[in-house]
């Protein structure tokens, strides 16, 4: 399987950005597909994550900061996964990153880096004042 985002750009403070991520290769079954996001010196953080069905989307999951202004979604039809990003900070500046394959817990979508195992390039986003 291979992963690749688009999207990525220089937005200012309450702007938005959608980020897209074409997945190629085998997509069968059920796991979880996420947006993680990293900054120099910082550990990998899960953004949002959503449970890939097959048969339409699952449960989703996102880190606190981003809860009422990031939008998980995917369109199964065009193998894509999706960040819509609304109401973007300054802080929100990190080279995101799109997952796959990713551990489905009883509780919901890992939210642990090392339990995905395929991974995108990675797009830049950066929001300034």
């Known amino acids: 399987v291979e992963l690749k985002e688009s999207g990525g750009d220089s937005v200012q403070s309450g702007g938005s950005l959608k980020l897209s991520c074409s997945v190629s290769g085998d997509t069968d079954g059920f796991y979880c597909m996420g947006w993680f996001r990293q900054t120099p010196g910082k550990e990998r953080e899960r953004v949002a994550a959503?449970?890939?069905?097959?048969?339409?989307?699952?449960?989703?999951a996102y880190v606190d900061s981003v809860k009422g202004r990031f939008i998980i979604s995917e369109d199964n039809t065009k193998n894509m996964l999706y960040l819509h990003m609304n109401s973007l900070k300054p802080e929100d500046t990190a080279m995101y990153y799109c997952a796959s394959f990713g551990r489905a817990h009883s509780g919901g979508c890992s939210s642990l880096a090392r339990e995905y195992k395929s991974w995108g390039q990675g797009t830049q986003v950066t929001v300034s004042t």
């Open positions: 959503i449970e890939h069905t097959g048969a339409g989307s699952g449960r989703t």
